[in-house]
């Protein structure tokens, strides 16, 4: 077994708390409701909280073993378990309490990406390169830019200015598919259309969290893009690191 990654710790410290508030609320609930319940059984309130308790242990049992283990056949089987409850039930947990205590949720939601991408990384799995999205944002395109690539990024005027122009040759290298969205709804439609085994997808924290959600069970690794300009105008990608994910998980 290993110990959980440091890019992990953030999320997981978010969760704690959110756990730790949600047992302060359903004690309180329990006190409040425990007068009508033990008319029925003077028990019945401790034997519910303890059900709640038990499943809440086992939920959380599934997703940490998951995190512990290196890659191996046996992990395999608890991914899918894991980011369901990663994706279903920790993350609205960790947005409620980022958004009650003013926390810093772009780091909350870096940390959220890191781990999806762990869990599915876990899995080892190679997927063919055709069968490999990569989804970028509109941003990436220099705001000033009069080509249309969310056509085509092969429209680029090869100009050098943003990112565009190596991406399209990364396309062309790797032979996977590269789409450009300009929001959700496009983003949708592409993946109706190409019905990819899995994506990479380019965008800020916010938006990469919504499409892993938005995807599941679809495989979507997320590399937050690079923002100079602020969101939304003129972002970068390290295509070094996009090389990196496409190497792991395509042949």
């Known amino acids: 077994m290993k110990f959980v990654k ?3 710790a953030y999320f997981l410290k978010i969760i704690s708390a959110s756990i730790f508030v949600l047992l302060i609320i359903s004690a309180f609930l329990f006190w409040v409701i425990s007068g009508g319940i033990e008319k029925l059984s003077p028990d019945l309130p401790l034997y519910i909280f303890l059900f709640f308790a038990a499943i809440v242990f086992i939920v959380l049992s599934i997703f940490f073993i998951s995190l512990s283990f290196k890659k191996n056949k046996n992990q395999s089987a608890l991914v899918y378990p894991a980011r369901y409850i990663l994706i279903r039930l920790l ?15 772009d780091k909350m939601q870096s940390s959220f990406i890191e781990i999806n991408n762990f869990l599915l990384f876990s899995l080892n799995k190679q997927i063919l390169k055709d069968r490999v999205l990569i989804l970028l944002p509109h941003c ?3 705001h000033n830019c009069k ?31 590269i789409a450009v969205a300009t929001g959700g709804t496009l983003a949708r439609r592409v993946l109706e259309e190409k019905r990819p085994k899995a994506v990479i997808a380019v965008a800020c924290e916010r938006d990469l969290s ?27 990608v390290d295509v070094n690191a996009l090389c990196g994910l496409i190497e792991k998980i395509a042949v």
Do not use: W
């Open 6 to 8: 440091k890019e992990h």
């Open 91 to 105: 993350y609205p947990m960790a947005f409620f309490i980022t958004s009650i205590f003013r926390i810093n949720r």
């Open 140 to 142: 990436l395109q220099l």
């Open 147 to 177: 080509a249309k690539i969310t056509e085509d990024v092969h429209n680029c005027l090869q100009c050098g200015k943003c990112n565009i122009k190596e991406l399209a040759l990364l396309s062309d290298k790797k032979g996977i598919f």
């Open 210 to 236: 919504s499409g892993i959600i938005d995807s599941f069970p679809l495989p979507v690794y997320g590399l937050p893009n690079i923002r100079p300009n602020g969101p939304c105008r003129d972002t970068l």
